[in-house]
């Protein structure tokens, strides 16, 4: 196969566009290891950009662009892949994003939903593109077309995997991020969210039933018919729990800091109750942070305490 007439140069950061759709997976831990690696041994990893007259695009590697402008390097080595068309560097950005190791869901889904209802691309070339299942190719687009903004900032944040996101998408959007935070919470299986959104999305159930899969989905799981076997979940570390978690948390916060300085006296005090139990849980969450800057290990018993 002829190789494509792409060239290899050195290009000011500023001079490189944004691309929207790759910010919905570049989050702050990807540019803090690409500044490590860039502090450590300069640009050795080119990103890949498109051309279109003088204008240059980013279509592989905003992360390494944005770990530059943080960490002050003004120049990075690129590709310029010589395509001139917007919905070809869709597509090759996203059969790059299903190449890497990293994860890039959301990005996918978004430039599946862009190619084909946008730009016209036909379901089955994106199927030979990405060596992909039509199921694959639908579940990754319902991320883009049906997954609520705040599910998409935990999916983000390594809070909850695609996976379990693709199956929370089939659910109405406005009980969406109180059932993903029940996930969370109950540190369900993508096999138990499954069963439960199924049961959810049968017509022949009340309301009564679909209130009790987002608010208390062990309990139905208990009083459910075992379904099929499945395989165990391989649990992540308790660490990239932590991580995930303080880091959708720190997006929430900062979310209801603008909300809040929005709201009139009207809205506070609708929302008191809420503010006053949220105050509650941010003071103890305060306590247990302040004890461990101390040294002390939540759940520990202090020397000299009552045991």
Same mark, same amino acid.
């Given at each position: 196969?002829? !190789?494509?007439?792409?060239?290899?140069? +050195?290009?000011?950061? &500023?001079?490189?566009?944004?691309?929207?759709?790759?910010?919905?997976? %570049?989050?702050?831990?990807?540019?803090?290891?690409?500044?490590?690696?860039?502090?450590?041994?300069?640009?050795?990893?080119?990103? +890949?950009?498109?051309?279109? &007259?003088?204008?240059?695009?980013?279509?592989? &590697?905003?992360?390494? =662009?944005?770990?530059?402008?943080?960490?002050?390097?003004?120049?990075?080595p690129v590709i310029v892949a010589e395509i001139s068309d917007e919905a070809e560097q869709m597509k090759l950005s996203l059969l790059l994003s299903t190449v890497r190791e990293e994860g890039g869901a959301l990005s996918e889904g978004a430039f599946i939903d862009a190619?084909? %209802?946008r730009h016209g691309v036909k379901r089955r070339e994106l199927i030979g593109l990405l060596k992909k299942s039509k199921s694959w190719i639908s579940k990754r687009q319902s991320l883009a077309l049906r997954? !609520?903004?705040? #599910?998409?900032? =935990?999916?983000?944040? &390594?809070? +909850?995997?695609?996976? %379990?996101?693709?199956? +929370?998408?089939?659910?109405?959007?406005?009980?969406? #991020?109180?059932?993903?935070?029940?996930?969370?919470?109950?540190?369900? !299986?993508?096999a138990k969210v499954e069963q439960l959104v199924s049961l959810y999305t049968r017509s022949e159930n009340d309301s009564e039933i679909r209130k009790a899969i987002v608010d208390s989905p062990l309990v139905v799981l208990d009083t459910c018919p075992a379904g099929p076997a499945t395989r165990r979940k391989e649990k992540r570390g308790l660490a990239e729990r932590i991580a995930g978690n303080a880091g959708f948390l720190i997006r929430l916060a900062r979310e209801i800091k603008g909300l809040l300085a929005q709201a009139d006296e009207q809205i506070l005090t609708m929302a008191s109750s809420h503010l006053s139990e949220l105050r509650m849980a941010v003071t103890d969450l305060k306590i247990v942070l302040d004890g461990i800057a101390a040294g002390v290990l939540p759940g520990k018993p202090q020397e000299g305490g009552a045991s």
């Open positions: 196969m002829a !190789s494509k007439k792409n060239k290899a140069c +050195i290009l000011k950061v &500023g001079q490189i566009e944004r691309d929207p759709i790759l910010a919905l997976d %570049t989050s702050a831990k990807d540019v803090e290891n690409y500044e490590r690696v860039a502090k450590a041994y300069g640009n050795v990893a080119p990103a +890949i950009v498109g051309q279109n &007259g003088e204008a240059y695009h980013i279509l592989a &590697g905003q992360a390494r =662009m944005e770990a530059c402008l943080h960490h002050g390097i003004k120049e990075m190619l084909l %209802t997954l !609520s903004k705040d #599910v998409k900032g =935990m999916v983000k944040d &390594g809070v +909850i995997c695609a996976r %379990t996101a693709e199956e +929370i998408a089939k659910m109405p959007a406005d009980v969406q #991020v109180a059932f993903a935070c029940a996930v969370v919470r109950d540190d369900l !299986s993508k």
